[in-house]
Structures are given as C-alpha cells and as structure tokens.
C-alpha cells in the first residue's frame, strides 16, 4: 500500500543495518508520519503494548522480529535458552487478546530450542521473522482475491452503482504488512474497477477509525466517510450500508469473533436488518484450543486515560485533551466478542467458510490437532 505514493511495507529491516528494526509509528497517525527503531527486546515490547504498532497480524511480526532482537542479546547470556524464554514472556505479555503474538513468538522459540550455536540461533530467528512477515502478505492478498468475489456479486444487483462498506476500527494494511485483513477486498475491489464507498467508524477510544483507516483509505483513494460509532445503525435501517468487513484479533474454534469493542454492536444491528457481515481472517488468528470464545477469550483492560483523554491536532501540535471531569472513573475494554450467529462468513486466505467448527475444519483441519 502507499503512503505519499510510494509503496511501503509497516515493518521492515532496515537496509544498512540487521539488527534495526524499523516501524512506522502509529501513535501519531494521520497528523504526522514517524519511524521508530527498534534495536532492543525492550523497544519491541514497547512498540507492541503502547500501540506504535497495532493490529493483530503486524502485532505478530513485530514479536517474530522482537524474538530475532532476542537471539542478538543471547549470544553475551550464560544461559541464553533461559534468556530467551524471558523475552518470550515479556513479548506475550504485552497484548493478551491478540493471539498472533503468541503465536508467532512460539514459532521462533519451537525453532529456536534446539540449536546451540548463538549465531546459528541469530540467522534461523532473522529468517524465520522474514517468513511470517512475508507470509502475512501473501495471507492478506489472498483474503482480498476471495472477499472481493463478495463486493463484485453485490455490485452487480446494484447494476454499478457503488457498494457501500461499513467497517470498524482498523483492519487495513497499516495493522498487518499489507493489503489488510477486512480492507484488502476493498483494494482488491478498487483494483478490477469495482465502485466502492467505505463508511469509516472512528472507533473510540483510539480512533484507529478517524485516525487510521481514514488515512490509508484516502491515501489509496478509496471513496470514503467518516462516522461517529453510534451511527451504523441508522445508515443500516436507511439502506445506505450493503455490507460490513471487520478484521480479528482471534477468532475460538466455533467461530465466535473478538475483535475491536463495539464489533459486537455494529454485528447485531447488521443482524437485525439482513445486512451481511463478515469478518477477514488470517488463520494465524485462529485460535482452536478456545470452543467459546464469549467465555473464553481474554479481553485486554487498558489505561482509563485513553477513553478519558482524547488526542487531536492544535494550532499545528498533537495534544491530548480531557473530555470529561478530572475525577470520573472510566472504564477501557479493549475488544469484545461477537458471537458466530452474527457472521455471515469467515473470509480467509483459503476461501470463504461459514463461522463455525464445521466451517473452520473445512479449511483449516490442522487447527484442531
């Protein structure tokens, strides 16, 4: 995708130097365009806990690269497998819902356990952070072939006319490599010609919405509205949305979806006036050990200042600015869950599947070994 367009990447290695990890700092998205390094272990789960980088597939990578940093300070360490199983710990703990971190820093650690060489241990963590990188661009391309197979079908009931797309939060390629989960049928859309509108949520707390989504979509030149999170409902009872695409943080077993909070609320009011809903879904968010995942999934608690406290351009300067009384007590779920009867299909990068065991096994059997 592009930022000032040139095509670029949401993590690379940087070319003069393996050992620094660069990252395009989100935290200051739309308003300004930083890099920030990540040379160390400590940096990485920096990054991943104070959001430079958000959204479960680059949440992944980040961790994969952070293992990799991990294997560099373990070559001084007496105890160097012991070291890494810290950093492991220390990554994991940073985001508790999103199931790619896990994942990807149990793939280094199940690669990395057996080999003694440090530098051995260096070369199989860099390549192996290279490959989940490069595999969640293929993942993500794919979901976009499949979910616009979706958007063209509509198209044609509306004769041309553009097909209106509610999403929420940000599921673009800014939170994976890129393309994006949700977003990657929209551009894939827009590639084949397809007219397309997308009504952008500014999803608070964040505003990964107003703030994310908005810019990568206007960047692209994707046709697009911002909204405030209660207005859905009325654009769906109004005939003015034909579908919604959400992305996943994980996703149970039996389909059940936790993804940005108010996920849930946009599921039931699409729910209620036949609109389909579909989530885009990499597998490395599946988590198949959860069979319920209102009951099971952890849901991340943050800080109650983000709700509290909302960041905004000023004469020129990013600030933050207290919404409510000083002394107000918030509370900062992170993610909710929405339910499998909610969702009319699982697009992933294997095909599109019906949110449920069945479903998912059909596509994805090993997931349940």
Request: hydrophobic share 40%; glycine share 8%; net charge negative.
């Amino acid at each position: 995708m592009k930022i000032k367009g040139k095509h670029e990447h949401t993590i690379w290695v940087n070319e003069n130097d393996n050992a620094l990890i660069q990252v395009f700092d989100q935290r200051y998205l739309p308003h300004r365009v930083d890099i920030f390094d990540i040379r160390t272990t400590d940096e990485a789960a920096f990054a991943i806990k104070e959001m430079v980088v958000r959204g479960a597939p680059l949440i992944g990578v980040t961790a994969a690269y952070g293992m990799y940093l991990g294997c560099i300070e373990a070559k001084d360490k007496e105890r160097p497998n012991l070291f890494l199983a810290e950093v492991a710990t220390k990554l994991n703990d940073t985001r508790p819902t999103a199931v790619n971190l896990s994942w990807a820093v149990h793939k280094q650690l199940n690669a990395l356990h057996k080999i003694k060489d440090p530098q051995e241990k260096i070369k199989v963590a860099f390549d192996m952070a290279n490959q989940i990188k490069q595999d969640d661009i293929n993942i993500s391309k794919h979901i976009g072939k499949f979910g616009v197979e979706i958007i063209k079908q509509i198209s044609e009931k509306k004769k041309g006319e553009p097909v209106n797309i509610l999403t929420h939060c940000n599921a673009g390629w800014l939170a994976t490599i890129d393309w994006g989960t949700a977003l990657s049928p929209i551009y894939h859309a827009q590639k084949e010609g397809v007219p397309i509108h997308v009504w952008v949520d500014e999803t608070r707390p964040r505003n990964q919405g107003a703030n994310l989504t908005a810019f990568e979509l206007g960047e692209q030149d994707v046709a697009h509205t911002l909204i405030n999170d209660n207005t859905g409902g009325h654009l769906m009872q109004h005939g003015m949305v034909d579908m919604v695409i959400v992305g996943t943080d994980r996703t149970a077993g039996n389909g059940d979806v936790a993804n940005k909070i108010g996920t849930y609320l946009k599921a039931l009011a699409a729910h209620d006036n036949n609109i389909p809903f579909y989530v885009g879904l990499p597998s490395s968010t599946l988590d198949c050990s959860i069979m319920d995942g209102v009951k099971d999934i952890p849901i991340e608690t943050r800080d109650e200042n983000e709700v509290k406290y909302m960041q905004g351009k000023v004469d020129g300067e990013i600030k933050s600015i207290l919404i409510c009384p000083e002394a107000t007590p918030a509370l900062n779920y992170g993610f909710d869950v929405t339910p499998a009867k909610y969702i009319t299909g699982l697009i992933t990068e294997r095909g599109i599947c019906e949110a449920s065991e069945k479903g998912i096994r059909s596509l994805f059997p090993e997931k349940y070994d």
